[in-house]
T-cell receptor, first 118, second 108 residues
């Protein structure tokens, strides 16, 4: 079956530094990828939609200059948290759709990446 | 986004069937009904989805009401590994938007 993989699964960084999280679709080409954030005991919150070859679309309240998203190929999207602060510590999850997003498509999720900013 | 309503939590005994309800009274004709589940510290896992007819796969069954305003995810024999948060989501031409889901506890 389709697999979406994230790396790293866990990362600790110092406050003020930047950290990059990769999301790869392993056996299909993903024209669209999505990035979510999840705080403990809360549901997933959509951050942005990433389309291959074009700029990401960010949800309201998500700072595009802080959360840089690049979708340079059909199998890789990256999320860079710039100038990280402790409040950015969270579980970041990516997902991918095989085709241009239609209502019935299955969307596959990565394993998630735990970010801790100290 | 069309909204869904699910109970906050449910409990089941191991090896018994579990029926997880979802209400979606504002569903549109083109909305699919998706179910995902999330185990602790993992990304969501696809369970099943359907449009109008009941659906079965190796993980579960999805029973969709005739008026499509509600659906039920059926786990035929709950195991301890089924303990998770189950999300019922309506899919339109937008990303999946997650509600709070139902936290299923399975008792040995």
């Amino acid at each position: 079956g389709a697999v979406v993989s994230q790396h790293p699964s866990r990362v600790i960084c110092k406050s003020g530094t930047s950290v990059k999280i990769e999301c790869r679709s392993l056996d299909f080409q993903a024209t669209t990828m999505f990035w979510y954030r999840q705080f403990p005991k809360q549901s997933l919150m959509l951050m942005a939609t990433s389309n291959e070859g074009s700029k990401a679309t960010y949800e309201q309240g998500v700072e595009k200059d802080k959360f840089l998203i690049n979708h340079a190929s059909l199998t890789l999207s990256t999320l860079t948290v710039t100038s990280a602060h402790p409040e950015d510590s969270s579980f970041y999850i990516c997902s991918a759709s095989k085709q241009p997003l239609l209502s019935g498509n299955t969307i596959y999720f990565g394993e998630g990446s735990w970010l801790t900013v100290v | 986004d069309a909204k869904t309503t699910q109970p906050n939590s449910m409990e089941s005994n191991e090896e018994e069937p579990v029926h997880l309800p979802c209400n979606h009274s504002t569903i549109s004709g083109t909305d699919y009904i998706h179910w995902y589940r999330q185990l602790p510290s993992q990304g969501p896992e696809y369970v099943i989805h359907g449009l109008t007819s009941n659906v079965n796969n190796r993980m579960a069954s999805l029973a969709i009401a005739e008026d499509r305003k509600s659906s039920t995810l059926i786990l035929h024999r709950a195991t301890l590994r089924d303990a998770a948060v189950y999300y019922c989501i309506l899919g339109r031409n937008t990303p999946l938007v997650f509600g709070k889901g139902t936290r299923l506890s399975v008792i040995a």
